[in-house]
């Protein structure tokens, strides 16, 4: 099995920061990429940010510039940084990764969500 799991979600004013982190673990084999989405109440979820094992980046054109997502291939981690943080980056944030396990071959994998609130 493998389990992601975020932490580092909370309540900030805007303009502040968070630094979100998920973690991977379990029978992993390999890891291609991981990544961060978010939903918003009664919205679709959507692309945060994605990083491969290599460092190549891909960010959404409203995070551009104040988010910065990082990983750690030794700890199978992922982390983004979140600054100038605005009421509407409000939502629920999941981490994905996409992960070839021992056992399974390879999935995306989601982890259960972590909650983003800020205020105006």
């Known amino acids: 099995q493998v389990q992601l799991v975020e932490s580092g979600g909370g309540l900030v004013q805007a303009g502040g920061s968070l630094r979100l982190s998920c973690a991977a673990s379990?029978?992993?084999?390999?890891?291609?990429?991981m990544g961060w989405y978010r939903q918003a109440p009664g919205k679709q979820r959507e692309l945060v940010a994605t990083?491969?094992?290599?460092?190549?980046?891909n960010y959404a054109d409203s995070n551009k510039g104040r988010f910065t997502i990082s990983i750690d291939n030794a700890k199978y981690t992922v982390y983004l940084q979140m600054n100038s943080l605005k009421p509407e980056d409000t939502a629920v944030y999941y981490c994905a990764a996409n992960i070839r396990s021992w056992d399974r071959g390879t999935y995306d994998y989601w982890g259960q969500g972590t909650q983003v609130t800020v205020s105006s």
């Open positions: 379990g029978s992993i084999f390999s890891i291609n990429a």
């Open positions: 990083i491969t094992t290599g460092g190549s980046t």
